[in-house]
Every structure is written in structure tokens, then in C-alpha cells.
């Protein structure tokens, strides 16, 4: 299994422009989620989703959005990046029925400029 | 509000110098606290999960601890391999008896272990 993959794994964005962050698992979980991690602030939930076609705001959700068709997929889309948007993206996925760990990616660096 | 609180910041350790990090939390109801090991550039590696009070997990030269204030986890005779950043994590119960599975981080301990 190759568990949490994430593309790309670096970009470089202009302010006002979009993107989308991609993000599969193949470990079949129900859970999935998008974290930003900043220097200093812990890792803060920005969408999660329990299943194909359901998902929910987190923590820090304006600016973003996210679409669930598939297990496997959880793209998080950028509309008109801003500089505050600048961070490292995680991805992760759990299954709820049997644990609650959750599993993560390698992490996109996003820089907006 | 749901909180976790990481001590130290930073620890810098020699080689065999065994020590331990602190993770304090406030939540309404306990129903897991994780720990991750983070190393610079990657994502969060899942190590342990304690549930109750009293419970303990061992992996290596890691011992991860829980009270009903805190865990610690303890590392006896460090390696160098084992710098990395240690994380801290929560998840909690929801008022109707369900849970989120949303997990609350602590900030971290950066640990480096020197030969």
C-alpha cells in the first residue's frame, strides 16, 4: 500500500491565483482530512469528510473548499490565493470503525506571493 | 474549550540521556490522545494511542503515558535517531455521546538527541 500520497509536493502560487491540492489514500479509510501546519501554531483542521459525498467545515475553512466523489480521493481547492495562505498542507485518512488514528501524507509546501 | 499544551518547546539531550515530554490537555471527554513523531519535511508518523487513565504503550526506547490531566512520553536511552519533532493530540467526545474523530494538536517538542 502506498497509504497517504499528496501532488505536488511543492508550489509556488501568485496572489489571486487558484490550485488544487491533491490527496489519495488506498487503505479504504471513510475519513479523510486537510490540515495546514504554520511555524509555531500546531497543525489546524481545515475540511474533513466521513465518506464519499459528505464533507464538513474544520477549524479554518475560508478560503477553501473540498469535493469528495470517491473513497480514494479528497482534493482541497485554493480560490484566489492570498499570502496568508502560505503554509505546509497535510492530507490524512482514519477508519472510524475499528481506530482513530489518523494517517498522514508527506505534506505540500505552498508558498503565495 | 478543547486545548493541548506541549512542554518543552525544545529539548536538547546527549546520546543515553533519558528524559520526558509533557502533554497536558482540557477536554470536555477524553476518547483518544496520540502521539506523532514528525521529522522536518515530512508529514506526522502515528505512534501511539492511550484511551484511558492508567494505560501505557511501549515502542523501542519510547514509553507513552496518560493520566486524567496528562501524558508524557518517556524516552530512555536516546539515539540521535531519534531527533524529530514529537506531537501531541487529542480527540474528544461530543456533547450526544458520538465523537468528531477531529483531532486537537499541541504545538510540539523539538527534540535532538546529540552524539
Known amino acids: 500500500n502506498a497509504g497517504v500520497t499528496q501532488t505536488p509536493k511543492f508550489r509556488i502560487l501568485k496572489i489571486g491565483q487558484s490550485m488544487t491540492l491533491q490527496c489519495a489514500q488506498d487503505?479504504?479509510?471513510?475519513?479523510m482530512y486537510w490540515y495546514r501546519q504554520d511555524p509555531g501554531m500546531g497543525l489546524k483542521l481545515i475540511y474533513y469528510?466521513?465518506?464519499?459525498?459528505?464533507?464538513d467545515k474544520g477549524e479554518v475553512p475560508n478560503g477553501y473548499n473540498v469535493s469528495r466523489s470517491t473513497t480514494e480521493d479528497f482534493p482541497l481547492r485554493l480560490e484566489l490565493a492570498a499570502p496568508s495562505q502560505t503554509s505546509v498542507y497535510f492530507c490524512a485518512s482514519s477508519y472510524s470503525k475499528t481506530s482513530y488514528e489518523q494517517y498522514f501524507g508527506p505534506g505540500t509546501r505552498l508558498t503565495v506571493t | 474549550e478543547d486545548q493541548v499544551t506541549q512542554s518543552p518547546e525544545a529539548l536538547r539531550l546527549q546520546e543515553g540521556e533519558s528524559s520526558s515530554l509533557n502533554c497536558s490537555y482540557t477536554v470536555s471527554g477524553l476518547r483518544g490522545l496520540f502521539w506523532y513523531r514528525q521529522d522536518p519535511g515530512k508529514g506526522p508518523e502515528f505512534l501511539f494511542t492511550?484511551?484511558?487513565a492508567g494505560e501505557e504503550k511501549e515502542k523501542e526506547r519510547l514509553k507513552a503515558t496518560l493520566t486524567k490531566k496528562e501524558s508524557f512520553l518517556h524516552i530512555t536511552a536516546p539515539k540521535p535517531e531519534d531527533s524529530a519533532t514529537y506531537l501531541c493530540?487529542?480527540?474528544?467526545?461530543?456533547?450526544?455521546?458520538?465523537?468528531?474523530?477531529?483531532?486537537?494538536f499541541g504545538t510540539g517538542t523539538l527534540l535532538a538527541v546529540q552524539p
Open positions: 492511550l484511551y484511558s
Open positions: 469528510s466521513v465518506g464519499a459525498g459528505i464533507t
Open positions: 487503505m479504504n479509510h471513510n475519513y
Open positions: 493530540a487529542v480527540q474528544a467526545w461530543v456533547n450526544y455521546g458520538g465523537a468528531t474523530n477531529k483531532l486537537i
